[in-house]
Each structure stands twice: as structure tokens, then as C-alpha cells.
């Protein structure tokens, strides 16, 4: 008898597909993609449209019209995804000790305690399934590496049930990792894959037989320690506190090619520091890219980082630092597609130290926050900074926020569902 399970995984399945198809019921049965930013590329398919040949990441104008004809097309509505994910986060703290929240669609859970841990997770897809609309399927393992095998085997395993929109159960042990392909272990990548296909390793279950010190001298304590949790000896426990950002990185593919792309960066440098301020972080440096057109011949990156002589939760320091960098790297006559802003070598806000010249400003960062909470309140770009990209105080009450009409760098977002359960005017009418 199989040892009991310690952890479980609770995955949604093509978690962003789902979610549209839960709001759209024309979608479901059908081959169905959402895109990501740009409408540029698949980064979500359904099976029905994996089994037209669509790949994650083919960018959707190489797909055949033939083959684009017959697929129902959404763009990324990240909104959406978000709350949905809270709503099923929810109920799993309702019914679990702990949780951990590791990805959109994926939750480890606290199986330890629990008198019949598979009938408690059963459960739980039941009510995700009921409660969310969301189909989920379920892994089990004395560590969190079978249980992501679990959950990989889970789908591997019941190709039937990933059709129907039930998926199966599965409990990995170190003895039933067999038809687990290596390359789908959590951890190793396609690098180690292809290292370890030399030593004739291809399966889970190869690669917790190899000898403990070969893996350690050949591959580094990383592998190791998915190796010892693959033969069912912990090396870790659930994470249930985000660990503090380095860097935080806001990026779009802009709708057409721009000579100027200053709005872009400055929204950009906007919205990072917002996420920056609500993780209670400072910026030590920032960096700005650009990227061409690589389409249009026209492929190239530029880049330039550049140090901040005081860490700072300010937005205006990095608006100046980010124009000051953009100019320097801009070429007069240049069109570019891509830009991001990165903010670096966070610190936490009380930890700064202060010296002779530079410190803290109460008064500034006081600010900073009322700027937070008014947005927080009426939408983001309800308040802005400068020429920031935003409509600022165009929209009347209810209407969808977003950049202004002159804006050409906004992203290209044809087929966006509305964000049914975030914003009023947008809500879902029964008639």
C-alpha cells in the first residue's frame, strides 16, 4: 500500500481558455487560442485546437487560413484570469489547512492531517467545477515534485477525461513514474533533457535510479534535490509567503511600429512602480529596452540600465531616469514594435539606509500613496504623472480606462472579452 499523499496539486485545464469559455459558451466543443499581448501569439489552445497542429507561441498570422477559419480567436484578458484565479483560491482555503499559490492555475495544497486526502481533493475540483466553471485535474505525492508528476500524469493519462472536461486524479509514488517522460519533470529543462537522454535516462523513473552522487557532480544540487523528491523524500515545504521580488519588468509589443515610444515607457514605468509600492519595495536602478520589428527586417535591441543614487518608491525619479535613458538609446528615424521597463535591485522600503545626501522624503512618498489609492479606487489612470499613456480623466463614470486615442503604440487587442467580473459596465446581462 502506497504511502499517504502529503501534497496536492489542483491544476485548471488550458486555464485561460477555460475561463473565456465559461463567459462564452459558443466557445466550448470548438477549437479555441487566446493571445498574448499584441494579439501576436497562441499562449493558450484548447485540445480541440492542439489537435489542428497549433503550438504554443506560433505567432496566429502563420497559422494557414484554412486552419484559422475554423478557431475562435480571444485576446489575453488578464483581468479576468486574475479574479477567477482568486475565486477558486478561495475555495481552497475554505477547504485546506494551507495553500500555496504558484501559479494563475496552479495551487499546491496541505494534504497532511486529512483522514481521506483523495476524496478531499475530488471534492474540491467538484466545487472549482461547479462554484468556477473551471475543469481542474489533480496531483498527489509525498513531495511537491510527485505531485506535479501526478498532475502530469493526471493529463498524459486520460486523454478521454481531458475531452469531457473531468480530469482524473493520480497519486505518484516512486514506483508508478514510469510513463512520466523526464523532460516533463518539474525542474529539469530542455538542456538536462537532452544530457540525460546520453546517459539513456527518458523517464521519471530512470532518473531517481541514477546514483545520487552522479547526479550531484554532473548536474548540481538542483537536480539532486528533484531526484530525492522523486524517490519521495522531501526537500522543501510549501511557500505560503511571496519571496521579495529583484526586479520587476513591465513589457507590451506595441499595436504598430512607433518612432516615438516615450508614452509607452512612461506607462510602463507607471504601472511598475504601482506593483513596486504595493509589495512595499524600492527601486535601487532601472533599465529601458527597445526592440524592431524583426518582420519587417528591422530586428534589433537596445538596451541601457542605469543606478539611482537612493533607493526610491517614487514614480517621478524613475519617469526622469527612464526618458533620460530612452533618449540616449532613440535614433532619430528609428521605428521599434517592443519597449519594456525594468526596475532593479529591489530593497524593501524600511530597509533603506540613509546617508549625508540622501534620504527618504516622508512628504513625497506620502504622496505616492494618495496617488495609489485614489487609482486603487477609480481605476488605474484615473490620476497620472506627466504625459503618461493614459486617458487621464476622460472616462466617464463606468466606461473601460485606457490609453488615449492618439495613443498608436496600444496594444493591439481585436478580440477582448469583456472583463465580466471587475468592472460594472461590463457586467454579464440576463434578459
Known amino acids: 500500500m502506497s504511502e499517504a499523499p502529503r501534497f496536492g496539486l489542483i491544476d485548471g485545464n488550458t486555464f485561460y481558455v477555460s475561463c473565456e469559455r465559461f463567459w462564452d459558451p459558443s466557445m466550448r466543443g470548438v477549437p479555441a487560442v487566446v493571445l498574448g499581448n499584441g494579439d ?7 485540445p480541440e485546437a492542439k489537435a489542428l497542429g497549433l503550438k504554443i507561441g506560433t505567432p496566429i498570422f502563420q497559422v494557414p487560413d484554412a486552419i484559422r477559419n475554423q478557431v475562435q480567436v480571444r485576446s489575453a484578458n488578464f483581468a479576468l484570469y486574475g479574479d477567477m484565479s482568486a475565486r477558486i483560491v478561495t475555495i481552497l482555503r475554505d477547504m485546506f489547512p494551507r495553500v500555496e499559490v504558484y501559479s494563475i492555475d496552479e495551487n499546491f495544497v496541505d494534504l497532511e492531517g486529512l483522514p481521506d486526502p483523495e476524496a478531499a481533493c475530488l471534492e474540491a475540483r467538484e466545487r472549482i467545477l461547479q462554484w468556477v466553471g473551471i475543469p481542474c485535474c489533480v496531483g498527489l505525492g509525498s513531495t511537491r515534485t510527485l505531485a506535479k508528476a501526478g498532475n502530469k500524469l493526471a493529463k498524459n493519462l486520460s486523454k478521454r477525461a481531458v475531452r469531457a472536461g473531468r480530469l482524473a486524479l493520480f497519486h ?3 514506483e508508478n513514474i514510469d510513463q512520466l517522460p523526464v523532460e516533463d519533470v518539474w525542474g529539469v ?10 546517459e539513456g535516462v527518458h523517464t521519471a523513473a530512470d532518473l531517481a535510479a541514477l546514483p545520487e552522487e ?26 505560503l509567503d511571496e519571496p521579495d521580488r529583484k526586479q520587476i519588468v513591465v513589457s507590451r509589443m506595441f499595436g504598430r511600429d512607433v518612432a516615438d515610444p516615450m508614452d509607452a515607457l512612461a506607462t510602463f514605468a507607471t504601472v511598475a512602480c504601482e506593483k513596486m509600492r504595493g509589495r512595499d519595495l524600492a527601486a535601487s536602478g532601472v533599465w529601458v529596452w527597445l526592440d524592431g520589428n524583426p518582420h519587417k527586417g528591422n530586428a534589433f535591441h537596445v538596451s541601457r540600465a542605469v543606478p539611482l543614487p537612493f533607493p526610491t518608491r517614487d514614480t517621478r525619479d524613475v519617469l526622469f531616469a527612464v526618458r533620460w535613458l530612452a533618449k540616449s538609446i532613440m535614433k532619430r528615424g528609428q521605428q521599434y514594435k517592443r519597449g519594456g521597463v525594468g526596475l532593479a535591485d529591489l530593497v524593501r522600503g524600511g530597509q533603506r539606509q540613509a546617508d549625508f545626501f540622501s534620504a527618504p522624503d516622508p512628504r513625497r512618498e506620502r504622496g505616492m500613496e494618495v496617488l495609489d489609492r485614489i487609482n486603487a479606487k477609480f481605476g488605474r489612470g484615473s490620476l497620472g504623472i506627466g504625459t503618461m499613456g493614459w486617458r487621464v480623466g476622460g472616462a466617464k463614470p463606468g466606461e473601460r480606462r485606457q490609453a488615449r486615442p492618439d495613443a498608436q503604440w ?8 469583456p472583463s465580466y467580473t471587475t468592472k460594472w459596465a461590463e457586467l454579464l446581462r440576463v434578459t
Open 410 to 417: 496600444r496594444p493591439t487587442l481585436k478580440t477582448l472579452s
Open 189 to 198: 529543462g530542455r538542456r538536462y533533457t537532452a544530457r540525460l537522454a546520453q
Open 40 to 46: 501576436g501569439c497562441c499562449i493558450a489552445l484548447s
Open 214 to 239: 552522479t547526479v550531484r557532480s554532473r548536474y548540481g544540487v538542483v537536480l539532486a534535490r528533484t531526484q530525492q523528491e522523486l524517490r519521495g523524500i522531501p526537500c522543501g515545504d510549501l511557500e
Open 172 to 174: 505518484a509514488t516512486p
